[in-house]
C-alpha cells in the first residue's frame, strides 16, 4: 500500500470502505444457495482466462456472482463477491482486498437493478429475464472496469488511451463469461445444485478456448522477433531498430486514433519492415565505402523481398503494404514503385516517418548518431516532399508527450568526420546527397 501514490492509495481505502459499509447492512439470505455460489466463485477464480491483452486475465467468478445477482439479490450478490478474498490466485494481499471489495460493489449495484427490473424472479419465466440480465451484465462489467481503471490511473500504471485501447477486449472476455451466470439461474429451480456443475463443463471449453488464442498471439510474437532478430544479426548497424521502429510507429497511429486490430498490425508492420534485408547480400549491408549502381539496386529490392518473406503470413494483412512501400517518398522519388501523395499506404506513410527519425538518431559506419532535436528539424525539413506532413505532426506531438530513447551503444566501428561526399549514406537518411 505504501509503495502506491496517495491518491492511489486514498481511492483503494474509499472503494474498500464502501463495500465494508454496504456487507454491515446485509439482510439474510439462502445461505445454502450461496455456499453452493461460493465455492462455484473460488473455482471460477481458478480458472481464470489469459486474454490478448498484455499481462490482462478475466476471471469466471463474474458467472458465480451474476448467477447470486440473480438467485440472491444484492445482498448475496456482495457476499460471493467478498470470496474473491479466499481467491487461490497468488497476488498481493492490497490487491487481493481490493478485488474483493470491487466485486463486492459490482454485484450490489448489478443487484438493486435487477431487482428493480424484476422484483419476482420466481414468478417470471426465464425468456423474461434476458433483456434485464443483459442490461445488469453490461452495468457490471462497466462498473468493474471502472473501479479497476480508476486505481490503475492514480497509480501510474497506466493511461487513459491504454485503458481505452484495452477495454474492448476486456469487455468481451468479461460479458462472455458473465452469461453463464444467468443459466446457472435459469437452472436453479429445475437442477438446484446440478446447474451450476454442468456449466463448469462449458466454463472449461471457453477457458481452453482463450488459452488457445493466447497461445496463438505468443506464437505469433515469437516467430516475428525471431525475423527480426536474423535482420539485426545480419546488419549490425540495425540493432534495436526494427523494435524501435514499431515503437515510433504506433506512437504515430495512437496519435491519429488508430485502434485495436489495425494498431496491432502497424506493430507488426514496424517490428517487419527492414525483413527483406535477409535477402540482400551482408557483403553489401555492411560495406563501408559506396556502393555501386548494381549493389544499391539490390538494396531498393529489400522491401519487395520482405514481402516475399512474410506475404504468405495471413494475420499480417494490412501490415504487408506498409512493408513493402515504406521507403515511397510523397514527391515520388522513393522505391520500389515510385508511388505519390496518398498512393502510399498510410501504414507505409507511418512507418516512413519513424523508420528515417530512428536512422538519424541511431550511429552509423559514417557518423555519430544526431540529437532527439536534429531529428525533430529533419523530419520537420522534408515534411511534404519525402513524408506526409500528418505523419510527421503526429509524430512530433507524441515526441512531445513520451520523449524516445535512442540506441545507447554504438557499434564498435571508428568513425571517421567530416564525412567524405562519397560515402555510403543509410538509405533511411533525408539526405539530398544520398545515393
Not at 22 to 27: F, P, V
Not at 35 to 53: E, G, I, K, T
Not at 211 to 223: L, N, P
Request: aromatic share 8%; net charge negative; glycine share 8%.
Amino acid at each position: 500500500m505504501r509503495e502506491l501514490p496517495a491518491a492511489a492509495r486514498g481511492y483503494v481505502t474509499m472503494v474498500i470502505v464502501c463495500a465494508g459499509v454496504l456487507l454491515t447492512t446485509a439482510r439474510e439470505v439462502d445461505w445454502g444457495v450461496y455456499a453452493v455460489l461460493a465455492a462455484l466463485f473460488l473455482v471460477c477464480d481458478a480458472m481464470s482466462a489469459r486474454l490478448w491483452v498484455k499481462s490482462a486475465r478475466v476471471s469466471m467468478s463474474y458467472a458465480a456472482t451474476l448467477a447470486a445477482v440473480v438467485l440472491l439479490g444484492p445482498d448475496g450478490a456482495a457476499l460471493v463477491g467478498l470470496c474473491a478474498l479466499a481467491s487461490p490466485q497468488r497476488i498481493p494481499a492490497v490487491k487481493r482486498v481490493f478485488n474483493a471489495a470491487q466485486f463486492t460493489l459490482c454485484g450490489w449495484i448489478a443487484g438493486v437493478v435487477f431487482h428493480w427490473l424484476q422484483p419476482s424472479y420466481g414468478e417470471m419465466p426465464f425468456a423474461r429475464l434476458i433483456w434485464p440480465f443483459a442490461l445488469v451484465l453490461v452495468l457490471f462489467v462497466v462498473v468493474n472496469l471502472l473501479l479497476v481503471g480508476g486505481v490503475l490511473l492514480l497509480a501510474e500504471a497506466a493511461t487513459v488511451r491504454e485503458l481505452l485501447r484495452d477495454a474492448g477486449p476486456l469487455s468481451a472476455g468479461c460479458l462472455g463469461f458473465g452469461w453463464f451466470g444467468l443459466l446457472i439461474a435459469g437452472g436453479w429451480e429445475a437442477l438446484n445444485v446440478a446447474a451450476p456443475v454442468l456449466v463448469l463443463l462449458p466454463l472449461f471449453t471457453a477457458t481452453w478456448a482463450m488459452a488457445q488464442v493466447s497461445e496463438q498471439k505468443a506464437a505469433q510474437e515469437a516467430t516475428l522477433a525471431v525475423l527480426c532478430q536474423a535482420v539485426e544479426t545480419k546488419d549490425l548497424y540495425t540493432r534495436g531498430h526494427s523494435e524501435r521502429v514499431s515503437r515510433g510507429s504506433v506512437m504515430i497511429a495512437e496519435e491519429l486514433g488508430i485502434t485495436g486490430a489495425r494498431l496491432e498490425a502497424i506493430r507488426f508492420a514496424g517490428m517487419l519492415h527492414d525483413v527483406g534485408k535477409l535477402g540482400v547480400s551482408t557483403r553489401v549491408l555492411q560495406k563501408d565505402g559506396k556502393p555501386t549502381d548494381l549493389e544499391f539496386a539490390e538494396i531498393q529490392l529489400h522491401p519487395m523481398r520482405g514481402l516475399e518473406i512474410v506475404g504468405q503470413i495471413g494475420f499480417l494483412e494490412e501490415a504487408l503494404g506498409g512493408i513493402l512501400h515504406h521507403h515511397e517518398k510523397l514527391d515520388g522519388r522513393g522505391y520500389p514503385l515510385g508511388l505519390v501523395g496518398s498512393e502510399i499506404p498510410e501504414f507505409a506513410r507511418i512507418i516512413g516517418v519513424a523508420d528515417t527519425f530512428d536512422a538519424i538518431t541511431s550511429t552509423r559506419s559514417y557518423r555519430r548518431a544526431r540529437t532527439v532535436e536534429e531529428g525533430a528539424a529533419e523530419l520537420r525539413r522534408c515534411s511534404g516532399t519525402e513524408f506526409d506532413p500528418r505523419m510527421v505532426d503526429a509524430f512530433l506531438r507524441a515526441l512531445a508527450a513520451k520523449g524516445w530513447q535512442p540506441p545507447a551503444d554504438p557499434p564498435p566501428v571508428p568513425l571517421a568526420a567530416p564525412v567524405p561526399a562519397d560515402v555510403l549514406r543509410d538509405h533511411d537518411d533525408p539526405d539530398p546527397h544520398d545515393p
